[in-house]
């Protein structure tokens, strides 16, 4: 959801609803808020919410010479934001077919390009947002990029890649398409984007707000609600959906530099993603729309656990 309304004599604007991928769209959409912020004469904005939507927010803000207050009830680590596989998957449970016009395609894709670009701006730089080596395992060859979602992603997004044929990878799938990805390191990178926010000057003030009226008593003439699942209740949008995700980690292994991803293990039931970091092996493989449980689904994590175990005791 991104869009402004009048709250009294404020602007309102609502950047949150990034589904499974937040982490990868953030900068954009950030970006985009900040220019619908720019048509209020005043420089004063509070961001509601310190995930990574509020966080980029404030910092988009910042450049074009705002000051700005970020209010929370959580801040990181305990967002659902630290709990993030943080992949560059921005198309990922974000995009209804059915709901597409060409106005939501082009705010998609500018978003997209402007993230995209941001994030290859911080490789290197000490925010854990690297680029990694991903494999597609594939029981056939691919026939093209035909899904819909892609489409959408602008051609000069897309890495190269390459798929390997039998005989020409370790790994027990008969192909394997190797692209390099952007990869985000939560902890780090959320961490970083606090610190640089408060260097330029913001505070973080610890508050929930239960209502539209909280958010008019601020005094800020600009409030961007980044909240996340959380305005649901708090703005009251019923169509706003949870697509939940676990991720389950093993202790870091340095030597595994490469992710992979597919359904690639037959006691995988479905797709399945593995994932190195500094603060652990990623496992994960779950997607439940609907589901507001905060509680790990015990069996899910015993089926990716066992996939991946399966998996690479197949490798060569
Ligand atoms: C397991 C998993 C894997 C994922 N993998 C990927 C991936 O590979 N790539 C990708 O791009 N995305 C991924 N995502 C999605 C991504 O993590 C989210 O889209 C993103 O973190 C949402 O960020 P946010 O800032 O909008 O929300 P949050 O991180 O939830 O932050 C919301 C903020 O708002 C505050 N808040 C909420 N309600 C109120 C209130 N009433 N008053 C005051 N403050 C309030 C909270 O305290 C918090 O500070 C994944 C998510 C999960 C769970």
Same mark, same amino acid.
């Given at each position: 959801?991104?869009?402004?309304?009048?709250?009294?004599?404020?602007?309102?604007?609502?950047?949150?609803?990034?589904?499974?991928?937040?982490?990868?769209?953030?900068?954009?959409?950030?970006?985009?808020?900040?220019?619908?912020?720019?048509?209020?004469?005043?420089?004063?904005?509070?961001?509601?919410?310190?995930?990574?939507?509020?966080?980029?927010?404030?910092?988009?803000?910042?450049?074009?010479?705002?000051?700005?207050?970020?209010?929370?009830?959580?801040?990181?680590?305990?967002?659902?934001?630290?709990?993030?596989?943080?992949?560059?998957?921005?198309?990922?449970?974000?995009?209804?077919?059915?709901?597409?016009?060409?106005?939501?395609?082009?705010?998609?894709?500018?978003?997209?390009?402007?993230?995209?670009?941001?994030?290859?701006?911080?490789?290197?730089?000490?925010?854990?947002?690297?680029?990694?080596?991903?494999?597609?395992?594939?029981?056939?060859?691919?026939?093209?990029?035909?899904?819909?979602?892609?489409?959408?992603?602008?051609?000069?997004?897309?890495?190269?890649?390459?798929?390997?044929?039998?005989?020409?990878?370790?790994?027990?799938?008969?192909?394997?398409?190797?692209?390099?990805?952007?990869?985000?390191?939560? *902890? !780090?990178?959320? =961490?970083?984007?606090?610190?640089?926010?408060? &260097? $330029?000057?913001?505070? /973080? +003030?610890?508050?929930?707000?239960?209502?539209?009226?909280?958010?008019?008593?601020?005094?800020?003439?600009?409030?961007?609600?980044?909240?996340?699942?959380?305005?649901?209740?708090?703005?009251?949008?019923?169509?706003?959906?949870?697509?939940?995700?676990?991720?389950?980690?093993?202790?870091?292994?340095?030597?595994?530099?490469?992710?992979?991803?597919?359904?690639?293990?037959?006691?995988?039931?479905?797709?399945?993603?593995?994932?190195?970091?500094?603060?652990?092996?990623?496992?994960?493989?779950? *997607? !439940?729309?609907? =589901?507001?449980?905060?509680?790990?689904?015990? &069996? $899910?994590?015993?089926? /990716? +656990?066992?996939?991946?175990?399966?998996?690479?005791?197949?490798?060569?």
């Amino acid at each position: 959801m991104l869009r402004g309304e009048r709250l009294d004599d404020k602007l309102l604007i609502h950047n949150y609803g990034h589904g499974g991928a937040g982490m990868s769209l953030s900068w954009g959409t950030a970006r985009m808020a900040t220019e619908m912020a720019l048509a209020r004469p005043e420089r004063s904005a509070a961001v509601v919410g310190c995930g990574v939507a509020g966080l980029t927010t404030a910092r988009q803000l910042q450049r074009h010479g705002f000051e700005v207050t970020i209010y929370a009830a959580t801040v990181p680590p305990e967002t659902t934001s630290n709990m993030s596989l943080a992949a560059w998957t921005p198309t990922s449970g974000l995009v209804d077919p059915e709901r597409r016009t060409p106005e939501w395609d082009a705010q998609f894709r500018k978003a997209a390009t402007v993230a995209y670009r941001e994030l290859q701006l911080l490789v290197g730089r000490g925010y854990g947002v690297s680029w990694l080596d991903a494999y597609a395992l594939r029981a056939s060859a691919p026939d093209g990029d035909s899904a819909e979602a892609d489409t959408l992603l602008p051609s000069e997004l897309a890495t190269a890649s390459a798929t390997l044929g039998p005989g020409e990878h370790p790994f027990p799938t008969p192909y394997a398409t190797l692209r390099p990805s952007l990869r985000i390191e939560p *902890s !780090v990178y959320l =961490d970083r984007l606090v610190h640089d926010v408060r &260097e $330029a000057g913001a505070a /973080i +003030v610890i508050r929930r707000f239960e209502s539209r009226a909280g958010l008019a008593s601020l005094d800020e003439p600009v409030v961007v609600n980044c909240t996340g699942l959380g305005a649901r209740d708090l703005v009251g949008d019923d169509e706003l959906t949870p697509l939940k995700g676990q991720l389950t980690l093993l202790v870091p292994q340095a030597e595994v530099d490469y992710a992979t991803f597919g359904a690639a293990s037959p006691v995988a039931g479905g797709f399945v993603h593995m994932s190195p970091r500094r603060d652990g092996i990623a496992l994960g493989g779950t *997607s !439940v729309e609907g =589901d507001w449980s905060l509680e790990p689904d015990e &069996e $899910a994590r015993r089926r /990716i +656990v066992e996939a991946h175990v399966d998996l690479f005791s197949r490798m060569r």
